[in-house]
Structures are given as C-alpha cells and as structure tokens.
C-alpha cells in the first residue's frame, strides 16, 4: 500500500496531485500529518503543501472542466465525508488521464459520487439561506449561530454580504467553531474563545438589544397566527424544515 501524508488542507490535497503525477506514484490511502500510518504500508510519501503546485493543477482542472464541475469538486471538499478527499483525488486523476471528458459519465462510480455528494453540500447552503435567523446585540451587531451538517457557511456568505450589507452581522458556526463577522465593508473570518453567549441556539436574553425580545415574540405570534392547523403536516414539515434547524428558528421557540 502507497500512502500520501499531507495536512488536510485543500491546497495540500492538490499539492498531492501534483506530486503523483511528477513521481508517477499514485496512492491508495491518504493521511493526516498526525494519522496513524495503516498496516501493511510499501511506501509512505510526506507532501510539503506548495501554492505554486496546487495553482498549477486548480488551471489545469479549469483547462479540462466546466465551472460547475469544478465547484463541484471545492463542494465535495466542504462535506467533510470521511475519506472524501481520497474521492476527489481519484476524480482528478480520471480527469488527467482520460482524452475526453468524462465530468458527465455518471456510469462512473466516482464521478456519480461527486456529483451526489456536491448536491448534498449545495442543498445544506440552500437551508443556511433559508433558515438562518438573526438576533440583534446590544451593541447592534446582529448573530446567528448555525451548525451544518456539511461545512457548507463559506459557500453562503455572497447570498448575506448582498443582502444584508447596510448592517453589521456574525454567522457562527457552533459545530466548527468558527464564523464570519461583516461591518458593512468587509468579511472577516473569526473565532470565538467564549461560547457561553449561546444558549440552546440562542443568544443569551442579557446581551440583545432592548427592543430584540419584542420583535421575537411579535414574529412568534405572526408566525401563530398564519398557521391554518387543520393543514398541518408534521411529515411535510419536517421533510421540508429539518428538526435540527429548530433550535435556531425564533418561530420555534416555545
């Protein structure tokens, strides 16, 4: 068995690209610098993640391939799928290898992967435009905490800076431990070393704004009032509005 060590990075994964095919040596197993190396390993291959290797396979990805399919591939990286990147690794390789196109043969095993796993990812972007709710701070920056189940908060961060550029605003990601705060001009990312300011989903009653728990309890109440109970769908409903969402809706909470 041929194993690659790299840093889990997806310029790192590229980078292992290129080294295969300049070493034409082509793993079976890739591994984290930490990993513990697998049984019965032949020969083990440290990659040194380069910006220069992995700008040069990303152009010729982009040479061989429609934009979409190329998204696809940053997609299938944010799912955070075990073992993912070792699918993205044998995708590229096909689509070195092959004289033709082979981004639309879905007879591919590999190729039907990454199509499904990249529509999952965009499906769970679509629920962070949907579902996302935000909550007014004191000092007027406006929260919301998420926790997705890919890793899917970079690829929505256009659809908020465009609509919602005249405020200032913070989407955290709970389960990654890591979000973005916009000041009308610029996205930052950021980290938190306190998460005690969320609880349950919400942030705490003592840091909103004076006025926020008002318009909370005037949305609940809107939100009451248009419910027509004899066309209530517990099935449809949670098909369409996925319970781990709940927590995190104002209309949901009791």
């Known amino acids: 068995m041929i194993v690659f060590r790299y840093d889990k990075t997806f310029e790192g994964l590229l980078t292992v ?10 793993p079976d197993r890739l591994i984290g610098e930490t990993d513990v190396e697998p049984l019965f ?47 993205i ?7 070195f290898e092959s004289p033709v196109s082979i981004e639309l043969n879905f007879a591919d ?15 769970e972007r679509l629920r962070l435009i949907q579902f996302v709710r935000f ?20 690829l929505a961060l256009n659809h908020f800076t465009d609509r919602f550029n ?25 980290t938190l070393e306190d998460l005690t300011a969320f609880t349950e989903g919400k942030l705490n009653e003592d840091l909103m704004a004076t006025d926020e728990k008002l318009f909370q309890d005037m949305w609940k109440a809107y939100f009451k009032s248009m419910t027509i109970k004899e ?10 509005l996925p319970v781990r969402y709940w927590k995190y809706l104002t209309e949901k909470q009791s």
């Open 17 to 26: 690209v290129f080294d295969a095919f300049f070493l034409k040596i082509f």
């Open 41 to 87: 390993t032949e020969r083990e291959h440290a990659v040194t993640t380069d910006g220069g290797k992995s700008n040069r396979v990303w152009l010729g990805l982009e040479r061989k391939l429609m934009p979409i399919s190329c998204n696809m591939i940053r997609y299938v990286w944010l799912s955070e799928v075990p073992q993912s990147d070792e699918l």
């Open 89 to 95: 690794f044998r995708y590229i390789r096909k689509i």
């Open 109 to 123: 095993e590999d190729v039907l992967e990454i199509r499904n796993l990249a529509k999952k990812v965009d499906k």
């Open 135 to 154: 909550q007014k701070a004191a000092d007027d920056v406006y929260f919301a905490p998420v926790s997705p189940v890919h890793n899917a908060l970079p």
């Open 166 to 190: 005249s405020q200032k605003w913070v989407i955290y990601d709970l389960k990654r431990n890591y979000g973005y705060f916009y000041d009308q001009k610029t996205l930052t990312e950021m």
């Open 231 to 240: 066309r209530i769908n517990p099935k449809l409903h949670r098909q369409n």
